[in-house]
């Protein structure tokens, strides 16, 4: 089976600009997650889905993140304005609803530095 | 609050050597843990998660409660098994991860 798809891959952008990441789960996963990984540091959640509602948001900065997934399948995250402190590898990762606690599969991620 | 503490950022052992990395957590409650591994080059990957009980690629994992410790051990390390390795857990029947810092594994041949 095909897996998470992510883009752009790398992305180079100035504070304060904005910023839009896309992904794509593995076909049938119904939940998709987003998380943040700082360099030296382990991934953490930004934002789950279950289809397309929200689950958890609870570590999203809502003043400037945004996420949606719209008809339950493609994720976007947007940042606006960035900062630097949010440079950072975003992964993207799905799993099966069928599964809770079960296997989330990853994307290859976005490497977001800010200027 | 929930924290995963991998104290060794970096483990260098030479090939044929017995590994263990180690992986203590907090949570109140019963969590369900998690080994992910990611290769050079390749995406973070699931290794094993304590309520399958198997081995993969000769690594286990055995969860110990009293001690609140999830140690990844395999008892002769490969040139292959170098990588990085994150400890994770989540809440029972819940789907979010909560990772680790991460060790980066080398083994040395």
Same mark, same amino acid.
């Given at each position: 089976e095909a897996g998470v798809a992510q883009s752009p891959r790398y992305k180079i952008i100035e504070k304060r600009q904005s910023v839009a990441f896309w992904c794509n789960p593995? +076909?049938?996963?119904?939940?998709?997650?987003?998380?943040?990984?700082i360099l030296g540091q382990g991934?953490?959640?930004?934002?789950?889905?279950?289809?397309?509602?929200?689950?958890?948001?609870?570590?999203?900065?809502?003043? !400037?993140?945004?996420? /949606? !997934?719209?008809?339950?399948?493609? +994720?976007?995250l947007k940042i606006q304005p960035a900062k630097? /402190?949010?440079s950072a590898v975003y992964l993207c990762a799905s799993s099966s609803y069928r599964e809770p606690g079960g296997e989330q599969f990853f994307g290859p991620g976005t490497r977001l530095t800010v200027l | 609050a929930q924290?995963?503490?991998?104290?060794? *950022?970096?483990?260098?052992?030479? @090939? &044929?050597?017995?590994?263990?990395? *180690?992986?203590?957590?907090?949570?109140? &409650?019963s969590p369900e843990l998690f080994w992910y591994v990611q290769y050079s080059r390749q995406r973070l990957q699931?290794?094993?998660?304590?309520?399958s009980?198997?081995?993969? *690629?000769?690594?286990?994992?055995?969860?110990? *409660?009293?001690?609140?410790?999830?140690?990844? @051990? @395999?008892?002769?390390a490969q040139e292959e098994d170098s990588a990085m390795y994150y400890c994770a857990l989540s809440g029972p029947g819940a789907n979010n991860l909560f990772f680790g810092t991460g060790t980066r594994l080398t083994v040395i041949p």
């Open positions: 593995i +076909s049938g996963h119904a939940t998709l997650y987003w998380y943040q990984q991934p953490k959640l930004l934002i789950q889905f279950q289809n397309n509602g929200v689950v958890d948001d609870s570590q999203l900065p809502k003043d !400037r993140f945004s996420a /949606e !997934r719209l008809k339950g399948v493609d +994720s976007t630097l /402190e949010d | 924290r995963v503490t991998q104290p060794e *950022k970096l483990l260098s052992v030479f @090939k &044929g050597a017995p590994v263990e990395l *180690k992986c203590n957590y907090s949570y109140s &409650g699931l290794l094993l998660r304590h309520i009980r198997e081995s993969i *690629k000769g690594f286990t994992a055995d969860l110990n *409660k009293g001690e609140t410790s999830f140690h990844l @051990k @395999k008892p002769f």
